[in-house]
T-cell receptor
Framework: GDSVVQTEGQVLPSEGDSLIVNCSYETTQYPSLFWYVQYPGEGPQLHLKAMKANDKGRNKGFEAMYRKETTSFHLEKDSVQESDSAVYFCALIPNTNAGKSTFGDGTTLTVKP | KAGVTQTPRYLIKTRGQQVTLSCSPISGHRSVSWYQQTPGQGLQFLFEYFSETQRNKGNFPGRFSGRQFSNSRSEMNVSTLELGDSALYLC????????????FGPGTRLTVT
C-alpha cells in the first residue's frame, strides 16, 4: 500500500534558523502531495499542496517541491518564527484512486525564542 | 461560512458499547472523509463519502461504518468498542470528490474504558 515517511518526530530550531522537514513517499500511483499543519486542540489545516511533479507549494514563507525522481516533498523555510510551532503532517492522495489519503506520522516543530 | 462541526466533542464509553459520531460539513461541500488520529499511528483514513455514496474505505474492521445523508451531513458508527478505539476522530469536508482540499473539524475525542 501507499506510505508517507517523516523521519523527524520533533525538531527544535531557534527563531531565525532555517528549517527542513523531511517527507518521503511511496505509491504505485501518481499522487498529489500535501502538507497539513495542526495546532493544539484543532483539526489539521491545509498548509500547502503540489498536484504534479516539479510543482512547488508555497504558503507563509514555507515551500515544498514535488520531486518525483527522489519521491520526496520536503518542507522548507528560510527563517522560522515562534508562531510556526505546530505539528506538520505530510500526506498524499493517489490521483487514480482519489479519496484514499495517506498521512505521515507528523513532525512536531517547536521554535525556541 | 461556518466551518466543519463535529458532535459531540468529547465522549467516554465502556468497552463493548457502540457509539455514533456526527459531522456537519461546510455548506456546499459534498465530500466528507473520516480519520482516526492516535499518538502512535498518526492520521489513519477511515472512509470517504460523496453524494451519499462511500467512495473509498481504509483498512479498518467492519465494526467501523458510516453513512452520509442527502444534506451531506455524515455519521460514523463504531460497534463493540475496544480499548484501542480510544482516539481523536476527525471529519474533513471538501468541495470536490477525492479530498483534494480538505477542511477538518476539531474532532471528537473518544475514550473507551
Amino acid at each position: 500500500g501507499d506510505s508517507v515517511v517523516q523521519t523527524e518526530g520533533q525538531v527544535l530550531p531557534s527563531e531565525g534558523d532555517s528549517l527542513i522537514v523531511n517527507c518521503s513517499y511511496e505509491t504505485t500511483q501518481y499522487p498529489s502531495l500535501f502538507w497539513y499543519v495542526q495546532y493544539p486542540g484543532e483539526g489539521p489545516q491545509l498548509h500547502l499542496k503540489a498536484m504534479k511533479a516539479n510543482d512547488k507549494g508555497r504558503n507563509k514563507g514555507f515551500e515544498a517541491m514535488y520531486r518525483k525522481e527522489t519521491t520526496s516533498f520536503h518542507l522548507e523555510k528560510d527563517s522560522v518564527q515562534e508562531s510556526d510551532s505546530a505539528v506538520y503532517f505530510c500526506a498524499l492522495i493517489p490521483n487514480t484512486n482519489a479519496g484514499k489519503s495517506t498521512f505521515g506520522d507528523g513532525t512536531t516543530l517547536t521554535v525556541k525564542p | 461560512k461556518a466551518g466543519v462541526t463535529q458532535t459531540p466533542r468529547y465522549l467516554i464509553k465502556t468497552r463493548g458499547q457502540q457509539v455514533t459520531l456526527s459531522c456537519s460539513p461546510i455548506s456546499g461541500h459534498r465530500s466528507v472523509s473520516w480519520y482516526q488520529q492516535t499518538p502512535g499511528q498518526g492520521l489513519q483514513f477511515l472512509f470517504e463519502y460523496f453524494s451519499e455514496t462511500q467512495r473509498n474505505k481504509g483498512n479498518f474492521p467492519g465494526r467501523f461504518s458510516g453513512r452520509q445523508f442527502s444534506n451531506s451531513r455524515s455519521e460514523m458508527n463504531v460497534s463493540t468498542l475496544e480499548l484501542g478505539d480510544s482516539a481523536l476522530y476527525l471529519c474533513a469536508s471538501s468541495p470536490l470528490a477525492g479530498g483534494y482540499e480538505q477542511y477538518f473539524g476539531p474532532g471528537t475525542r473518544l475514550t473507551v474504558t
